[in-house]
């Protein structure tokens, strides 16, 4: 029998222009920093939040779940970011995606849960920087201010037309992701380089 296991590398989204957004921290003197994080694990989750799965579940992955409209929380490798009153995107390292789902299975029990993969449908541009902030407020109607829009906040938002989900990073400096679908994820990139230019 053939061997059908891919023999090359998977190649991200964005790897074209992994240079072009490298060159934004030269070019804006630190301002502004693009890159993107390719391949991150995402695994939807949607349960009872007031059910005993919900607090089986933050165990297993040791973080609860975010009950908080628009917060996410992040210990160790993984960020679970709220999307709804039932609904959670686990985030983790690039191919985790399958323990993942199978740890958040095993601590649901009998209860009714539903877990996706969504690795493939997103992927995560990281916007970091002084002027960060001033960067996504050109494209996004959201108050990004860091009293409105802290470390811990997430939304799903529009930014330059664009529909995403933007969490602050909670770690000193971190600034943002940018969760894109992979349809838009070329535009926004184009977006994010030209309105870079203004910090150059």
């Avoid at 934004?24 to 630190?30: A, I, Q």
């Avoid at 009950?67 to 985030?91: I, K, M, S």
């Avoid at 330059?160 to 992979?182: H, I, K, M, N």
Wanted: hydrophobic share 45%; net charge negative.
């Amino acid at each position: 029998m053939a061997d059908t296991a891919p023999t090359t590398r998977p190649r991200s989204l964005l790897a074209h222009a992994a240079d072009r957004l490298a060159d934004v921290t030269r070019t804006s003197g630190g301002a502004i920093r693009l890159a993107e994080l390719p391949f991150l694990a995402q695994v939807n989750v949607r349960l009872d939040a007031k059910g005993p799965a919900a607090d089986a579940v933050g165990l297993a992955l040791g973080l609860p779940l975010p009950l908080e409209p628009n917060t996410a929380v992040r210990a160790g490798e993984l960020t679970v970011v709220w999307l709804g009153p039932d609904e959670w995107l686990v985030v983790g390292q690039p191919g985790a995606q399958k323990e993942l789902e199978g740890r958040i299975r095993a601590a649901a029990g009998d209860e009714h849960v539903s877990v996706t993969d969504v690795s493939a449908q997103r992927t995560t541009l990281l916007v970091t920087g002084p002027r960060a902030r001033d960067l996504l407020s050109h494209g996004c109607a959201l108050d990004l201010h860091p009293s409105a829009f802290g470390p811990g906040r997430c939304a799903q938002t529009t930014l330059a037309r664009a529909q995403v989900l933007l969490v602050v990073r909670d770690e000193t400096r971190a600034g943002f992701w940018v969760l894109v679908r992979s349809s838009f994820a070329g535009y926004l990139t184009e977006w994010l380089l030209d309105a870079a230019v203004e910090y150059g």
